[in-house]
C-alpha cells in the first residue's frame, strides 16, 4: 500500500500571528476556540446550516444532516442560531431517531452559547426538556442547564429529582448539582458513594466533597486512578479535577492517562490565579511541573503492567502499542522503546513509517509518536517534529509540546528561535513551559528571563525559579 504522508492544511489555518497574549488560556477555551470548523465539513457555514436544521428530516436526501446542522451551529453563537436551534429543540412532531438525535445536539449547541442570546427562553426550553421521555435529552438538557449557571430553586429540585429516575446517567446528574451547589442534595447523592458504577462513584465523592468539605471519602475516588480501565481513570481524574483536590497532584501526574486530561486537572488545582491559601510556590511544586510536561514515560505508573519477554519488548510490538488508545498501553511502548532502542535508527525508521502510513491523523496515537521520536533521538524526523511544531493549530497543544521536547532532545538548534517565538507570543501554559524548557536545555536562557515578568502567575513563577531542567532525565 502506498503510504500517504499527512499534511494539516485541511486540518488548521495558521497560528494567529505576532499579537500579545492574554494571560492565560483555560483549556476548555483552547478546544472550543475554532475548534472543528475547518476540520469537518468546510462548506457548511452559519446560513446552510440554519437552512438545514428547519427541514424536516422526511424532506432530506440524508436527515442525519439536521444532527451536523445542529453540531456545526455550536461555533456560530447568534441570536439566528439560537432560534433555529430552540426550534428544533421545540418540534416534538417526530419520534425518528434522527430527529431525538438533532435534538439532543440541538441542546448542547445551546448550553455552549452560554445564555447570551434570549436566556429565558433558552432555559424554560431547557427545563421542559427535562421532562422528556428520551433519556440522553434529559441528561445533555441538565448539563446544559448547569453550563448556563442555572440556580434557581425549581430549577435545582427538577435536576434533583432526576436521580430518581432508572434510565438516566447519574454521572451527569450528580456532576450537574455539584455545579449548582445543592447542598440539600448531598444525602441523596452519598447513596451512590459506593456505586458499582466507578464513573458514578466517582462523582458522587466528588459533589460531597465539593458541597461538604468532607475530604475523607476522597480516598475512594484516588483509588480509581490506578483501575487498569481507562475511561474509570479519566472519570476519577474529570471529578477531582472539578473538586480542585490539591492533595491528589501527584498522583494525577503519575496516570497514564492523557496529557491534556492532566495538565487541565494540575491546573485547576494550583489556580488560574495564585490564590491557594493551602498552596505556596516551591523547588518541589516547580519539579513536579516540569515533571508533567517533560511527561516521560518512566515516570508514569503503569499499574504494573510490564513487558517481560523479549517479544513484547520488540520495536514491532512497541510500535503497535504507541498507537493504542489506552495512554497505558502507549507510555509501556515508549517506555520500552527508550529502555532498550534508545538510538536504533532503525527503531525509529519504523515509528516514523507506521506514522507516515496512517491514512487519517490519529490524535491519540500523534502525541505518543512524536514524543517516542524524541526518546529515540530519530534525526531524520527532525522536520516532521518542526513542521508540526510550527504549524498546528492550538488544539494541538499537547502535540505542539510533544514535538518541542522531541526537538529539543534531538539538540535542534534549528527549532530554537521557534521555541522563544512560541513560547513568549502562545497563551497556552502548558505550550509555554515546554519552550521554557526546550530553550533552556538548549543553552539559551532569553526565553527564562522573558518570561520573569509574564502575565500568567505559574509561568512567572517558574521563569523565576533559580531551579533548572537538569534533572529531567531520559
Known sequence: MRCARRRWEFIC?????????????RTEETFQQDAGKDLFFPALDEEKAIE????????????SERYIAAERLKFYPSQ????ALLKCVNDRSSTELYDLVARRKSIESLGHFNGEF????????LVSSLQSSDPYEVEV??????????????????????????????????????????????????????DDDLATRCSAIGAVYSMSGNDAVMGGICDVLRSNDLNQRRAAIEDITRAKYLPA????????????????????????????????WSEDLA???????WDNPRSINLLGTVADTSKARSVQRCVNRLFNNDALQSYLGAKVLLEDHRDNDEAGAQVLDRFNCMEYFDYFAAYHVFKALGWLSYKPAESLLLDNFRTLPPRFFNHKAGACLSLCKMGSESALEDFLKIGKESNIWELTYACLIAAERLGDDRLRRELQDDSDWLIRSRAQTELGFEHLTL
Do not use: C, H
Not at 287 to 293: E, P, T
Open 118 to 125: 434570549s436566556r429565558e427562553e433558552v432555559v424554560e426550553t
Open 287 to 293: 519539579k513536579k511541573l516540569d515533571i508533567l510536561i
Open 141 to 194: 438538557a441538565v448539563w446544559a442547564l448547569s453550563k448556563l449557571g442555572v440556580k434557581t430553586p425549581d430549577v435545582v429540585d427538577a435536576v434533583d429529582a432526576i436521580l430518581d429516575r432508572d434510565d438516566v446517567n447519574k454521572r451527569v446528574v450528580i456532576q450537574s448539582l455539584a455545579q449548582m451547589n445543592s447542598k440539600k442534595s448531598v444525602d441523596k447523592i452519598s447513596r451512590y458513594l459506593d
Open 52 to 63: 438545514l436544521i428547519g427541514m424536516g428530516s422526511t424532506d432530506m436526501e440524508d436527515p
Open 13 to 25: 489555518l495558521a497560528e494567529s500571528g505576532g499579537q500579545t497574549a492574554p494571560a492565560f488560556q
Open 80 to 83: 439566528a442560531s439560537t432560534d
Open 249 to 280: 497532584l501527584d498522583r494525577v501526574i503519575e496516570t497514564p492517562n492523557s496529557l491534556v486530561l492532566k495538565s487541565r486537572a494540575v491546573r485547576e488545582m494550583v489556580g488560574a490565579e495564585n490564590r491557594r491559601e493551602d498552596l505556596k
